[in-house]
């Protein structure tokens, strides 16, 4: 028998107060340290518990992840930006990837929804870099697919890019984020609209649109310098 099943088992039982840190190599999460937490939670659910997967489904959640003292091993999980600390599903998730399926986007979908719910904030850095970009996007779709529709790409873009638009974007929390990561709005909209069979012509004309508009301010502000 494993080590740190049998120190689990000792724990279980009380006979001492937890697995000990000699069973990882360091406090960092992922890689072999996460496999050990793992093949723990597995040795728990299927053995201890007795479940196969459809139970574990149905009655794996954070109570038993408390009641059975698994909560020191998640520490050696590493979480994604967009998946709560201690997700169950996440866990079996990774215990079962075959049958049970993480889907990414369903997981930031819930986080902007609990944004917009106010129970809780953008984790930091969430909209930084390409991942930030995606995770932007998803929530930008989310967005239109639950709070406003759009008849065509060309309606979409025109509202976007208006002041009501900017509006929407700032009541629905989303202006900030795109400001703050310099993130493009058109790009965006290209992204998640790809599938239209006038998504390029759009995204080229309204680029091109926005360009023109900056190039034209920032020139008027040069004049208006020159004529100081």
């Not at 989303?174 to 609209?193: E, G």
């Amino acid at each position: 028998m494993d080590v740190i099943i049998y120190e689990y088992e000792n724990t279980l039982i009380g006979r001492i107060k937890g697995i000990g840190a000699h069973n990882f190599y360091n406090d960092e999460p992922g890689g072999s340290n996460e496999q050990k937490a793992l093949s723990c939670i597995r040795y728990c659910i299927e053995y201890i518990l007795g479940w196969d997967m459809e139970e574990a489904k149905e009655k794996f959640d954070n109570y038993i992840i408390e009641t059975m003292k698994l909560s020191r091993l998640l520490a050696y999980i590493r979480w994604p930006a967009e998946v709560t600390y201690g997700n169950p599903k996440y866990i079996l998730s990774l215990l079962y990837p075959t049958k049970i399926r993480y889907k990414r986007y369903e997981m930031i979908e819930e986080i902007y929804q609990n944004v917009l719910d106010e129970t809780r904030q953008f984790p930091r850095e969430y909209f930084f870099g390409s991942d930030g970009f995606y995770r932007f996007s998803v929530c930008l779709k989310y967005l239109f697919e639950n709070y406003k529709t759009f008849r065509s790409c060309d309606e979409l873009y025109r509202f976007i890019l208006s002041p009501e638009g900017n509006r929407f974007l700032c009541e629905f929390k989303l202006r900030t984020p795109a400001d703050q990561f310099d993130i493009n709005i058109i790009d965006c909209i290209h992204y998640i609209t790809s599938n239209d069979p006038a998504s390029e012509l759009y995204y080229c004309y309204y680029s091109f649109e926005s360009q023109f508009k900056k190039e034209m301010i920032h020139d008027q502000t040069i004049v208006s310098r020159e004529n100081c």
